[in-house]
Nanobody
C-alpha cells in the first residue's frame, strides 16, 4: 500500500509558475516509477509526465514539453512537477500516481496508487 499526498497547487496568471510536490509513504519510494496526470472539468484524465525509479527515464506529454519539468528526491520520498509558462489550458486537478511494474508510462490504467489531487487554475 502506498499513500500519496499532492501539494503546491493554486491560482496563477498566464505565464506564471507553480511547483507541485507529491510525497509518498508506505513503501520503499525508490522502488517504483511515478507519474503526473491531470483532469480538467468535463474531460478525461490525461498523462502529463512520468519518471522512473532513478530518474534515468523521463517522459512528457507534447502539450507540456519544454514548460514542465519532473524530478524526484528519493531521500525525501517526493516527486516534483515544476510548471512554467502556464496557460489557461493547464487548468486542472493534478494527480500523482505510482506506476505498476512493466506498465506503460502514459496509460492511467497502468498506475496503481493515486493521490487525491491538487487544483491548478491559470487565469488570463
Amino acid at each position: 500500500q502506498v499513500q500519496l499526498v499532492e501539494s503546491g497547487g493554486g491560482s496563477v496568471q498566464v505565464g506564471g509558475s507553480l511547483r507541485l510536490s507529491c510525497e509518498a509513504s508506505g513503501r520503499t519510494f525508490n522502488s517504483f516509477g511515478l507519474g503526473w496526470f491531470r483532469q480538467a472539468p468535463g474531460k478525461e484524465r490525461e498523462f502529463v509526465s512520468a519518471i522512473n525509479w532513478n530518474a534515468g527515464m523521463i517522459y512528457y506529454a507534447d502539450s507540456v514539453k519544454g514548460r514542465f519539468t519532473i524530478s524526484r528526491d528519493n531521500a525525501k520520498n517526493t516527486v516534483y512537477l515544476q510548471m512554467n509558462s502556464l496557460k489557461p489550458e493547464d487548468t486542472a486537478v493534478y494527480y500523482c500516481a505510482t506506476r505498476r511494474v512493466g506498465g506503460s508510462y502514459s496509460r492511467s490504467s497502468d498506475y496503481a496508487y493515486w493521490g487525491r489531487g491538487t487544483q491548478v487554475t491559470v487565469s488570463s
